[in-house]
């Protein structure tokens, strides 16, 4: 999606689906439709039509190795 490959992590947080997409190597700087994503997801779990998207977030989970990650800089656009 969007022109990246992606490794795709999906469970149950107690409460909800989740569905993590989680880049292999680092991105730069990148453009992208949302719409892409929440299709993917209804493919793996069930996205009602009557859901509104509440949030979009970027950044990182710390794991072994992943000293010094940051976002810099982050924003979106809603059309």
């Known amino acids: ?3 990246r490959s992606w490794e795709v992590w999906q469970g149950n947080n107690g409460g909800n ?5 989680v880049a292999p ?8 439709n ?4 929440i299709n ?5 779990t ?3 039509g009557s ?8 950044g990182f989970e710390p794991w072994q190795g992943g000293e010094g990650l940051a976002v810099n800089s982050f924003s ?4």
């Open 51 to 58: 859901w509104y998207l509440t949030s979009v977030q970027a």
């Open 25 to 32: 190597s680092a991105i730069g700087g990148w453009s992208v």
């Open 40 to 44: 993917d997801v209804d493919g793996r």
């Open 17 to 21: 689906d989740v569905v993590s997409y």
């Open 1 to 3: 999606m969007g022109g």
């Open 46 to 48: 069930r996205v009602d």
């Open 76 to 79: 979106t656009d809603v059309q």
């Open 34 to 37: 949302v719409k892409d994503f």
